[in-house]
């Protein structure tokens, strides 16, 4: 019914850049929030960023300032810029879309910082 795909994950050296997508398709509502978790290894799944259908952000204190979160109505995608990347970012980033009572989570995308 409602599928994600991420893209744009990679290996990047401190201090630079990468920008993830997450495109979202099948039945989807106009209210819906669209999120970034990420995982490390052996580290539990932590909220990066979220945004709302009006525009409203949630980052991370690790990140602020870093990174910034956006999205696309009309392509119903959500993008995370990811500026002066540490190698503490180093994870596997899930987009996350939630609608309604339900979760839906893409397949992740591997980002790694490292010289």
């Known amino acids: 019914q409602l599928q994600l795909v991420e893209s744009g994950g990679g290996l990047v050296q401190p201090g630079g850049s990468l920008r993830l997508s997450c495109a979202a398709s099948g039945s989807i509502l106009r209210i819906y929030t669209m999120g970034w978790y990420r995982q490390a290894p052996k580290k539990q799944r932590e909220l990066v960023a979220a945004?709302?259908?009006?525009?409203?952000?949630n980052i991370a204190d690790s990140v602020k300032g870093r990174f910034t979160i956006s999205r696309d109505n009309g392509k119903n995608t959500v993008y995370l810029q990811m500026n002066s990347l540490k190698p503490e970012d180093t994870a596997v980033y899930y987009c996350?879309?939630?609608?309604?009572?339900?979760?839906?989570w893409g397949q992740g995308t591997q980002v790694t910082v490292s010289s």
């Open positions: 945004i709302t259908s009006g525009g409203s952000t």
């Open positions: 996350q879309l939630r609608m309604r009572e339900y979760d839906y």
